[in-house]
Nanobody
Framework: QVQLVESGGGLVQAGGSLRLSCAAS????????MAWYRQAPGKQRELVAG???????NYADSVKGRFTISRDNAKNTVYLQINSLKPEDTAVYYC?????????WGQGTQVTVSS
């Protein structure tokens, strides 16, 4: 059974930081492309950051320089370090794994940024 379990969300003031974690089980983690998406109320889910199996990263323009995605294949975990948080970063953040068009999703973790 595949599971992606996110943690680390919460309520933070603008300018603060959070570190999100996503622990994966049931997949050969090291081979998978891993990503973080987010969905704000009334908006579509959007890709925030992704990391390939060899560690190449990509980011949405809106988060470049503030968000950092990383992975620890020994722990089957992907991280998202979020700095300089803005109220517009408020959303549910979802972990995603993808290999050859097979997607798995976590349940999401809420990030709320107060101004």
């Amino acid at each position: 059974q595949v599971q992606l379990v996110e943690s680390g969300g919460g309520l933070v003031q603008a300018g603060g930081s959070l570190r999100l974690s996503c622990a994966a089980s049931g997949i050969a983690f090291r081979f998978y492309f891993m990503a973080w998406y987010r969905q704000a109320p009334g908006k579509q889910r959007e890709l925030v950051a992704g990391i390939t199996s060899d560690g190449t990263t990509n980011y949405a323009d809106s988060v470049k320089g503030r968000f950092t995605i990383s992975r620890d294949n020994a722990k089957n975990t992907v991280y998202l370090q979020i700095n300089s948080l803005k109220p517009e970063d408020t959303a549910v953040y979802y972990c995603n794994s993808n290999l050859v068009r097979v997607d798995y999703w976590g349940q999401g973790t809420q990030v709320t940024v107060s101004s």
